[in-house]
């Protein structure tokens, strides 16, 4: 047993934690735990009062039980007493109790704050720096209530001793943290940039940091320190090793407050004040020197504090961007740190190299670099520095080494790590679309990548080829020639096939005149993967075998069996079966006009932002809080939902929520799910709806953590009281990462949902016709068709709106009639519907008949907004 | 900084300071994840390590790992020469300290710790500072 200290013996507890490591089982353990507890709490309760030395042994003991992972539920009210002691020693003991175990009990909170108080006030700095210390390690709302103000006096007073000088200004940063609205900094500014100038290192170190914190809220309040902190940090940098004694480390002149000076200095612009930036520079110069000299020691510790010094110069020299010299000395600098041996310094290097190559000025001498750079990717052991390798030569592409760095990447996604190749892809894909000269490139490009890395080509890759591609003419051949080749290979991976079924699909007439390419031979080679592929992948292979029809009438025989075939007209999913059905029904009976316009090769793609770079942006979010503000998808109005049950009724860059919903007369279900799409996970996820008195809105309650990538599932059950105009709303809250969420949504139920289709002959409609016709029960609505007039559609629409379409009521074949019944709780609402289509005015006239105002209005309302 | 740990293969938690909210089930999690990270890189790799929205510097000393989480934008550097200050300044106060020191003095340890950092900062740097505050507190009943 190692001795203990003399001065505070506490040998009771030295023997218990003995007692404790000798336990040769977890049993063991826990029976000596309890033992002491026992022990412990029936000396809390006895009529003896015990004296300090007691009360603090045991109380360390509780300390030392709940460190070790076993609950304490007592001992509080002891350790708040030994606040009031006046031994350090047990106050210090006290202090750490109720730093570590944070008791939410307001009694205590008082008196907590109460023996704070008395501390700060005691003029005794080792009491005062305990206190500090306290308040700065639990840093309670209550306890910024009671103290946020008296701080930043004792901060800046002239008799405040140093060390407390230095607890305070680190407490008032966390008192800032955590309560930003309590801390009045306005009035001590002044005083607070002051403190750079203090004779004493370690309160300027504790003044640095709270300054920068508070410079990066109100930058404009913290100017000033701009030039004391150049000051400061010249005199450290140009200091003699004598001058500095006790802040040199390992022959470095006070490396940690460097830092932080440096630190500071980036929450601002260069200095306007000539003779101070110059003085900067020379700052920033002789730390560069310093790199070239030969080092003072051979030790670690030596060229880590030197260096921790160079990298932050060196970033505040990127920061400004504004000195050319110093630019390529940094990148210089930077240059031989790539071949170190040390793997930290390649690493940081590489790091900061990356930040480098976007500034102008430094952007050629980064080039110069390639070499090494691919040279770290293909020789790098360790994982996180061969992945920083890949950040720099995407930063440092341009037009002149773009196909070099995009082969070296391909090259290197063929051994890369899983975890990494979906942001490799991503990359690539940019850099040979932003890059391309020659489109041909571009497209060999992506298909290697599909190639090696086909799982993590995303959509957004693979649609993009397809859409440059159509949009040029110059490649559309060579695509097509390229894509067919590549489908030759007995293995490709199923994203190849569907880019290969679209482009052959419009493109393959290009080829089609070579005998190797030729139409049957295109065909076959595409229903040879057909039965290997995924659902949506057939799916597109269907539209891809209905234009080869329309191309190639010679095959269209050969195709229409394939359709015809049972494993399509009778498959089972719904998709494929229609497409099937459809697509047939279509060759046998399409004139070839009527075939060729339907399947008219696509239009070009309208230009707009590359979804990839949206893509990419999300995905290096991981490491750091993405930007809240785009909201991705969020459906106006719930619109798209009034004819249809199911799909995404939100995105953003972290979460997306879809929907599945039901309904019965004039209950409903709905299933929302909501999928976390980031790498982190959701904790304390809630909901809440907010809705109108006529809907019943039930949460059944939903998993309050969301693992990252994962998707969590909630029942709402929905019932119609009486009819209602406005849609409910979801209210999400979670937190992300340390920032709180709150996203609100509407939830698309309408009043439309409740409706039950009614099959009617056509006397009994307008017999009901007419007794719909007072004024109040009819509403009528005149409006242009915002979407093309498609009878189907149409058709679609109105069945999807919920109502049953009633043939042969209406003498005019073109207008559509309806019937159904509204269900609420309360009554039941017969409805009747009249949609004229004009498709010369492309205008529609909606006439709906019910037996209330206000769901004649409402449904006419909903529905109008369809067409 | 965010998290200042102090572990021990196969998972023992000898110190553990948090500057920043979580809840008690957190924190286990939290610990546990930064020790499986960091127990399974060698010396081919860096001292830092991509964890969540931080990044871990840690650096082992016989037996035990010292990991501080940090934001990203922190210099790596500096806080990996933060936790060797931090290990001489223990030597020192503990004259050759070895790891029952640590478990038997823990609540000095903390002390060692607030002296150097506080509300996730580095308060101060001074080794001669540090143990003589420390000399002096010992002195006290």
């Known amino acids: 047993m190692p001795a203990v200290?003399?001065?505070?013996?506490?040998?009771?507890?030295?023997?218990?934690?003995?007692?404790?490591?000798?336990?040769?089982?977890?049993?063991?353990?826990?029976?000596?735990?309890?033992?002491?507890?026992?022990?412990?709490?029936?000396?809390?309760?006895?009529?003896k009062a015990l004296d300090g030395y007691s009360k603090k042994k045991y109380v360390c003991k509780l300390l030392f039980i709940f460190l070790l992972g076993h609950d304490i539920d007592f001992g509080h009210m002891e350790a708040v007493n030994l606040l009031s002691s006046n031994k350090y020693t047990e106050k210090q003991i006290g202090y750490l109790f109720i730093s570590v175990l944070v008791n939410s009990n307001s009694e205590l909170i008082r008196l907590i704050n109460n023996a704070i108080k008395n501390d700060l006030a005691s003029r005794n700095p080792t009491f005062m720096n305990l206190a500090l210390h306290c308040i700065a390690n639990v840093g309670s709302r209550e306890m910024a209530e009671a103290f946020a103000s008296d701080i930043p006096r004792i901060l800046v007073a002239g008799d405040t001793m140093d060390s407390v000088k230095q607890s305070a200004a680190l407490c008032l940063l966390r008192l800032n943290r955590t309560s930003p609205d309590l801390v009045p900094m306005g009035e001590w500014t002044a005083r607070v940039v002051h403190l750079l100038n203090d004779q004493h290192l370690g309160v300027v170190t504790a003044a640095t940091s709270l300054i920068t914190t508070l410079a990066q809220k109100s930058p404009d309040d913290f100017k000033t320190s701009v030039s004391l902190a150049v000051a400061r940090l010249s005199r450290i940098v140009t200091s003699a090793s004598i001058d500095l004694q006790d802040y040199t480390y390992y022959f470095v002149a006070a490396p940690w407050l460097s830092v932080k000076l440096l630190r500071l200095l980036q929450c601002y612009p260069p200095p306007e004040d000539a003779s101070l930036r110059s003085r900067l520079t020379e700052c920033l110069e002789t730390i560069l020197n310093k790199a070239q000299e030969p080092p003072k020691s051979k030790k670690v510790q030596h060229s880590n504090a030197k260096n921790a010094v160079l990298f932050e110069a060196i970033a505040l020299i990127i920061h400004h961007d504004s000195e050319p010299n110093l630019l390529v000395r940094a990148c210089n600098q930077l240059g031989q740190f790539l071949q170190h041996r040390e793997t930290n310094l390649r690493y940081l290097a590489l790091e900061s190299m990356c930040t480098l190559a976007s500034s102008e000025f430094s952007h050629e001498a980064v080039k110069t670099h390639i070499e090494t750079v691919i040279s770290a990717l293909k020789t790098e052991r360790d994982v996180s520095v061969r992945q920083r390798a890949v950040d720099l030569l995407y930063a440092m592409c341009d037009r002149s080494n773009s196909k070099q760095i995009v082969a070296e990447m391909l090259s290197y996604l063929e051994t890369a790590d899983y975890s990494i190749r979906e942001e490799i892809v991503l990359k690539v894909a940019i850099l040979a679309e932003k890059y391309a000269v020659d489109y041909t490139w571009y497209v060999d490009t992506i298909l290697n990548l599909i190639r090696i890395a086909g799982d993590y080509v995303s959509e957004e890759v693979w649609y993009r080829v397809i859409q440059i591609v159509i949009n040029r003419d110059d490649v559309q051949g060579y695509a097509a020639k390229t894509v067919f080749e590549a489908l030759q290979a007995p293995?490709?991976?199923?994203?190849?096939?569907?880019?290969?079924?679209?482009?052959?699909?419009?493109?393959?007439?290009?080829?089609?005149?070579?005998?190797?390419?030729?139409?049957?031979?295109?065909?076959?080679?595409?229903?040879?993967?057909?039965?290997?592929?995924?659902?949506?992948?057939?799916?597109?292979?269907?539209?891809?075998?209905?234009?080869?029809?329309?191309?190639?009438?010679?095959?269209?025989?050969?195709?229409?069996?394939?359709?015809?075939?049972?494993?399509?007209?009778?498959?089972?999913?719904?998709?494929?079966?229609?497409?099937?059905?459809?697509?047939?029904?279509?060759?046998?009976?399409?004139?070839?006009?009527?075939?060729?316009?339907?399947?008219?090769?696509?239009?070009?793609?309208p230009e707009r932002e590359s979804s990839i770079l949206a893509k990419l942006k999300k995905k290096k979010g991981s490491s750091k809080l993405p930007d809240m503000d785009d909201s991705r998808k969020n459906v106006n109005g719930n619109t798209e939902f009034v004819c249809k049950n199911n799909g995404v009724i939100y995105e953003n860059q972290l979460l997306q929520i879809g929907l599945k919903s039901e309904y019965r007369q004039n209950l409903g279900r709905m299933y929302v799910f909501y999928g976390n799409k980031t790498s982190t996970q959701f904790q304390s996820f809630s909901t809440s709806v907010s809705t109108a008195l006529q809907l019943n809105v039930q949460e059944k309650p939903v998993d309050p953590l969301i693992e990252a990538g994962a998707q969590v599932q909630q029942i709402l059950n929905i019932e119609c009281v009486s009819d209602f105009s406005d849609t409910p709303v979801l209210n999400i809250q979670f937190r992300y990462g340390g920032t709180l969420q709150n996203i609100a949504v509407k939830l698309p139920v309408m009043l439309n949902k409740f409706f039950q289709p009614t099959e009617m002959m056509s006397q009994d409609f307008?017999?009901?016709?007419?007794?719909?016709?007072?004024?109040?029960?009819?509403?009528?609505?005149?409006?242009?068709?915002?979407?093309?007039?498609?009878?189907?559609?149409t058709k679609a629409k109105l069945l999807g709106f919920g109502v049953a379409l009633l043939d042969g009521v209406d003498?005019?074949?073109?207008?559509?009639?309806?019937?159904?019944?509204?269900?609420?709780?309360?009554?039941?609402?017969?409805?009747?519907?009249?949609?004229?289509?004009?498709?010369?005015?492309?205008m529609y006239r909606l006439t709906l008949r019910t037996s209330k105002e206000s769901v004649s209005q409402r449904l006419c309302e909903l529905l109008s907004e369809q067409f | 900084m965010f998290i200042f740990l102090l572990s021990f293969p196969?998972?023992?938690?000898?110190?553990?300071?948090?500057?920043?909210?979580?809840?008690?089930?957190?924190?286990?999690?939290?610990?546990?994840?930064?020790?499986?990270?960091?127990?399974?890189?060698?010396?081919?790799?860096?001292?830092?390590?991509?964890?969540?929205?931080?990044?871990?510097?840690?650096?082992?000393?016989a037996g035990l790992y010292f990991c501080i989480c940090v934001d990203v934008t922190d210099n790596n550097l500096a806080y990996l020469e933060a936790i060797h200050n931090f290990v001489e300044v223990l030597n020192e106060y503990f004259h050759n300290v070895c790891e029952l020191d640590l478990v038997f003095n823990f609540y000095k340890v903390y002390t060692v710790v607030d002296e150097m950092f506080l509300a996730g900062e580095i308060r101060e740097t001074s080794q001669t500072k540090v143990l003589k505050q420390l000399l002096m507190l010992q002195s006290l009943e």
């Open chain 1, 5 to 47: 200290s003399k001065g505070d013996g506490m040998r009771g507890l030295a023997v218990f934690i003995s007692d404790i490591r000798n336990c040769k089982s977890k049993e063991a353990e826990v029976k000596r735990i309890n033992k002491e507890l026992a022990n412990i709490r029936s000396k809390f309760k006895g009529d």
């Open chain 2, 10 to 61: 196969p998972g023992k938690t000898r110190l553990a300071k948090w500057y920043m909210q979580f809840d008690d089930d957190e924190k286990q999690k939290l610990i546990e994840e930064v020790h499986a990270v960091v127990t399974v890189r060698d010396a081919k790799h860096t001292n830092f390590v991509e964890f969540r929205n931080f990044k871990i510097i840690y650096r082992r000393y």
């Open chain 1, 766 to 793: 307008f017999q009901r016709w007419k007794q719909l016709g007072a004024p109040q029960q009819e509403v009528q609505k005149i409006f242009k068709a915002k979407n093309q007039m498609d009878t189907d559609v």
């Open chain 1, 811 to 842: 003498p005019n074949p073109a207008n559509f009639v309806g019937a159904g019944i509204i269900h609420t709780k309360t009554t039941q609402v017969g409805c009747l519907l009249r949609l004229e289509p004009n498709a010369q005015a492309q």
């Open chain 1, 491 to 605: 293995a490709c991976h199923e994203n190849l096939v569907k880019v290969g079924g679209y482009i052959l699909g419009e493109f393959g007439n290009l080829i089609a005149g070579d005998p190797r390419s030729s139409p049957l031979v295109q065909f076959n080679l595409l229903h040879s993967k057909f039965h290997l592929c995924s659902v949506p992948t057939r799916a597109l292979l269907l539209s891809a075998y209905i234009k080869f029809i329309n191309l190639f009438p010679e095959v269209k025989g050969t195709i229409q069996d394939v359709l015809r075939s049972d494993s399509q007209l009778r498959n089972a999913d719904v998709e494929l079966q229609q497409r099937a059905v459809e697509y047939l029904r279509l060759s046998c009976i399409a004139s070839t006009d009527i075939l060729a316009t339907v399947l008219e090769e696509m239009p070009p793609f």
